[in-house]
């Protein structure tokens, strides 16, 4: 990342914009190439392009045809409208698939002539800040379609590019007729095992729950004057001067402008992304603008801040800032460098698909810990984690061996001051070692993997925020904004036409509206899928703490979330030590304001 992008997160320094590419045996829903919107707002695909055959030059990828990209449709949709087989079309609603049950009688007073008005609406205006374009695309989304979607006709890299839609320039690489880019829209390219596609991470490098939360916002906001606490702040809100966390948003728009979040805190209602220090945005009033992270790498910020200051401090967190000409957010890992630059915004480059893979909710790392955790009556974790060795071998060794007259709280005190190859090494040279406690290895692993926290802090749970689901809170968001704007309507024209029957009306009307039973499906199903990949708890006393690191040893390469989770833990453990000092010396101004007075005077 380049220091001043201030629409990745910037704990981690990932993009929030990341682009999937499914296989062939992947659903529709598991591959996107816009994440700039919601994804229950539909997401486009990784479209292809001129260069692509080229690119993925082994014939393994292929292409779907998915018609109009949804950002086109909403863009064109007058110009398209009387285009019947245009598949992406249906999003307009007709009656017929008006899934709003307690919108009876709307169609009848608004007539074509508002509907006109609020396409014309919806091209100017971004997605983000229409209230009426929000209650037309969520009422008609994707997301809410329960049954994932495959493909059967996969089509070459070429498809697009015949005579009727344009042609590829052979000189310079890049489509020579004009045409065929809306055209080339319209193809999703699909991954095969010799993809090299940089426009996304390929479904078969890097899994959809791996991936679950990559498009997560969260940020910190200018408490207003007014601010109240309310009951789910954190304690350090509570602590802190002048921020507090805003609610979550399921997209990071291009510009990090106008990212509305849910649920609404404080004054956070919608939030620009920056990563100015809060003195210039005091200087320029700008309290709505938030230095915006993903959820899971402010839980690591979290973890680090107690572990180092006993404390988590947002008002010295806000005084770090990333300039052209200072980052306090810390030098960043040469993957992310090298994803800055090898493309036009992120290069999804092979092999760096850990970046994207959640940090802390981390795909088949809980049967790991889980493995780890014994019940059984007679474990003892002070006992050897190996097997007794047969007495007869090397009996001349073993009568050589000057360490078999060591105590056994000796050959401890030196096993507990070597690192594990050297562990190792000892094991193999002198049977003196060969049985040694298992909780040897759990002190390896707090000094060797300090981000595998689960083995040291008292509970690994995460933070809400970072247990929750963003998609789901932006949904309730529109649901509810969109039926109080109904409500309101149709209370005005029973004012106006039924005065009598209003009040009635009025009394009985529901404020809010009814739960979606396929939202409350699907975010019990999110819901469940992350509390089963959270972090666990384990007990120092029942866990094999050999088999623990021994595991995680094995499958370094499997756990990117892992991965992810240790280069994070550097970056923002680089940020901790950044926020300390400024909050040091803010300590010292106030405990010695006459120090602080003779330095300046
Ligand atoms: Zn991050
Ligand atoms: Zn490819």
Partial sequence: MTSIDKTGCQLCG???????????????????????????????????????????PDGSCASVYRGRPPGELKFCLRLYEDDPDDASYVYESDEEDEPLEYDSNAEDDDGDEVTEEENEMGSSQSQESDTEE?????????????????????????????DEGGAEDEDIGVD???????????????????CCNLRGYHGDRITLDEMIDCHTVQGLYKKTSDWTPSDDDMDFERES????????????????????????????????ASNLSDT??????????????????????????????????????MKLESTASRSMFGERHPDIVDARNKGWKWACLLDTEYLAANPVFISGFREICDAAISDAEDFDSQSSPFPERPEKQDVSVVQD???????????????????????????????????????????????????????WCDDPTPYPWAMADASYLKQMREREEAYTAERTRRADVLKANEPDFYPIWEENEPKSPPLSPELEAQTRLFREKKRAMAPVRLPRDRTNWYQLYTDIKANEDKLKGLRNRKRIWGAVGEIVQNVKKCWEAELVEINTPFAIMEVDG
Avoid at 30 to 50: C, D, F, I, P, Q
Avoid at 242 to 271: E, Q
């Fill in 401 to 455: 061996d000057p360490f078999l007259k060591l105590p056994t709280e000796l050959k401890h005190t030196i096993a507990w001051h070597l690192g594990s190859k050297d562990i190792a090494s000892l094991r193999m040279a002198s049977r003196a070692f060969y049985h040694l406690p298992m909780t040897l290895w759990h002190t390896l692993m707090v000094r060797e993997m300090p981000w595998v926290y689960e083995a």
């Fill in 241 to 272: 001067k002048n921020y507090h966390l805003t609610g979550l948003s399921d997209c990071m728009p291009p510009n990090g402008g106008d990212v509305k979040c849910a649920p609404i805190r404080g004054g956070a209602d919608w939030f620009h």
């Fill in 176 to 194: 020579h007729h004009i045409m065929a880019l809306p055209t080339a829209r319209r193809y999703e390219h699909i991954a095969g095992p010799g």
């Fill in 14 to 56: 990932v993009t929030f914009n990341i682009n999937r590419i499914r296989t062939r045996s992947e659903p529709r829903s598991s591959a996107w190439g816009n994440s700039y919107t919601s994804k229950h707002n539909s997401r486009e695909w990784v479209a292809l392009s001129g260069g692509d055959a080229q690119e993925c």
């Fill in 134 to 162: 929000e209650y037309k695309w969520f009422f008609n989304a994707s997301g809410l379609d329960p049954q994932p979607e495959y493909d059967t006709e996969f089509l070459p890299l070429s498809a697009p590019y015949d």
């Fill in 280 to 317: 210039w945005k005091d200087l320029f009033g700008w309290g709505t603008y938030v230095l915006p992270f993903h959820p899971t790498c402010f839980e690591i910020f979290i973890r680090i801040s107690k572990q180092q200051m006993g404390r988590v401090s947002l008002d010295s967190l």
